[in-house]
């Protein structure tokens, strides 16, 4: 997006202390991932803390959280595309989060058709065609 950013990961190992503490037997180690840019003139900080189930350097950590990062943001693009997610204005009660997990669910339903197509076009589909819609619903069924 045309910013430099800077991003320092820092790890420990050395969490008996906690792992006692909160109960974690399953505790490796704890990261936390600083990062910094300039924005309108500013530098701008954040940081984010991890706990670790399995001992990672501090590359592997890095490595891991971008690409949930990657995924996060491929879904919401394909939800934007497909939906207009980011458009729509249901605001009242848990309108919003239900009508979201309903398109999560067509989406993974057309994701499933091995078919050729975009995700739009197997929804559409879906919608017209009343056969290919219960071959949708089926093909989740069996899994």
Partial sequence: HGRVEERTVRV????????????WPSLAGIASVERRWEEDGK??????????????TAAEV?????AHWQIENA?????????????QRNRKDATAENLSALRRIALNLARLEPSK?????KLKRAAWNEDFLASLLH????I
């Avoid at 879904?75 to 458009?87: K, P, Q, R």
Wanted: glycine share 6%; aromatic share 10%.
């Fill in 75 to 87: 879904l919401n693009w394909v939800l934007d595309v497909t939906f207009d997610e980011d458009g």
């Fill in 139 to 142: 093909a989740a069924a069996n």
């Fill in 117 to 121: 197509g975009s995700m739009r076009g």
């Fill in 43 to 56: 530098v701008k900080k954040s940081v984010r803390y991890f706990i670790m189930s399995k001992p990672m």
């Fill in 12 to 23: 420990s190992h050395d969490v008996d202390w906690l792992r006692e503490r909160h109960e």
């Fill in 62 to 66: 890095a490595r891991v959280v971008r």
